[in-house]
């Protein structure tokens, strides 16, 4: 179920009304507390939801979950992989049992306040944990990981930094959501430190290339989203069909080595300038609570070729922020802020156009958007743009200069959409810089 924009709705769980996770939010997370075993959970105002004990009282019974408690295990694959019928029922269930009255004028059908949960002091006792006393875990088993590079601003920097400033993008890029498939062993939950990565590196005036640390490490500040239902191999999921399949999104730093990178990327591209650490929020949004804030996409021009042309509205009205925060800081800066709504490639385009040949996804797959950047410098999603590679240095309070991240920063992004009377916030995603390993 979608909410309107307008939306009233109101949840008689404390603390849940104005808050990032009202009931018009409702993303789901893997927690767990007190040494118990992991397990799947609802985030509303400031507590979690546990779903494994709502589904043994029996409160979805009336779903398509009901035969089989997915919701106690420690990844949403199983959940995911049921599909958007499932998924729209629990999402309508939970409004239901979370809503302060009913809501006949809230979203695109009627939706009654069930009391069961709320009357039950007992099962409330044991279905409501406050976040601030849980550990959160990665929300999903990433079995394929896909980023893109879908931002027209940044990859015109990235290309006019590195090739031709008056023709920084590559012919193919405003044709194709251009793209890589790379590991999924590295994808980690916010909260997890990054050891800075060694690799190869080659100064320009070098005649060889040296091993050590990495001199350059970066943030690179994108959404992704996590598919849900698969698709069989050797069937493409058409533009119509997209959506259907994309379970909900989340924030994702894919941090990045930028010497390592710039060294090795020719002619293959990505891969231990970016494989070493790709960091994802732990709650997922569904992609019905981002309903309301869809928006026109940026014009494609040339047109796009049929199978990658979508129908209705699919840029997101997503406001992002990156702060940052250096070991001597008592409290991080914000040096960028941007909004998703400015990506060339929609989500639904990226999903297209990686199945197009076959390929089959599958239930918790990560597909990052890549750096998002906005028009202005203030608003670009890298510290290589930020710091215009290295030539604008960023002044933290404390007097210190970053051109790039150092040993001992933490970087947390956060995310949000804003309507009149509520907010669908994403949480916050961090990590913090640690020193480099020595090499064995």
């Not at 997370?29 to 509303?44: D, E, H, L, R, T």
């Not at 939970?94 to 004028?105: F, G, I, R």
Request: charged share 20%; aromatic share 10%.
């Amino acid at each position: 179920m979608i909410f309107s924009k307008d939306s009233k709705a109101t949840s008689w769980v404390e603390g849940a009304n104005g808050s990032d996770f009202p009931i018009q939010n409702l993303p789901y997370g893997v927690f767990s507390c007190g040494g118990s075993k992991p397990k799947v959970g609802a985030a509303i105002g400031a507590h979690v939801v546990d779903l494994a004990a709502l589904h043994d009282a029996g409160l979805f019974s009336d779903t398509p979950v009901s035969k089989s408690n997915v919701f106690a295990c420690d990844a949403l694959n199983d959940f995911m992989a049921m599909g958007l019928d499932a998924w729209r029922s629990v999402r309508r269930r939970l409004v239901s049992l979370l809503l302060e009255d009913d809501a006949p004028d809230s979203c695109d059908d009627i939706v009654s306040a069930d009391k069961a949960l709320r009357d039950d002091a007992g099962l409330r006792s044991r279905a409501f944990v406050s976040i601030a006393g849980v550990t959160m875990h990665m929300p999903t088993r990433v079995g394929n990981f896909v980023d893109f590079y879908s931002s027209k601003e940044h990859a015109t920097n990235i290309g006019s930094m590195f090739r031709d400033p008056s023709n920084p993008l590559l012919p193919n890029w405003v044709h194709i959501p251009i793209g890589y498939n790379g590991r999924s062993s590295s994808v980690i939950v916010s909260g997890t430190d990054i050891v800075r990565p060694c690799g190869q590196t080659k100064a320009d005036d070098a005649d060889a290339p040296t091993f050590g640390p990495c001199r350059a490490l970066d943030i690179e500040l994108e959404m992704g989203f996590f598919t849900g239902q698969a698709n069989d191999l050797g069937t493409p999921i058409p533009a119509s069909k997209a959506p259907d399949h994309i379970f909900g999104m989340g924030l994702v730093n894919d941090w990045s080595a930028r010497d390592i990178q710039r060294w090795e990327y020719v002619p293959l591209g990505p891969f231990l300038g970016k494989s070493f650490a790709t960091s994802v929020s732990p709650w997922v949004v569904p992609l019905d609570a981002l309903g309301p804030f869809r928006v026109a996409q940026p014009v494609q021009e040339p047109d796009v070729l049929p199978y990658l042309r979508v129908d209705g509205d699919w840029g997101l009205d997503i406001d992002l922020k990156v702060d940052l925060k250096s070991a001597k800081m008592d409290e991080s800066m914000t040096i960028s802020r941007t909004n998703f709504k400015y990506m060339y490639w929609t989500i639904v385009q990226q999903l297209v156009h990686q199945t197009c040949n076959g390929t089959n996804v599958a239930p918790g797959d990560l597909y990052g958007s890549g750096t998002v950047s906005g028009p202005t410098p203030d608003s670009y999603g890298s510290m290589m743009e930020l710091c215009w590679k290295g030539t604008k240095p960023i002044k933290l309070p404390t007097g210190e200069e970053r051109k790039f991240l150092a040993d001992g920063d933490t970087v947390t992004l956060s995310g949000v959409c804003t309507a009149p009377n509520f907010k669908v916030g994403f949480g916050e995603l961090s990590g913090t810089i640690l020193p480099a390993r020595e090499y064995p």
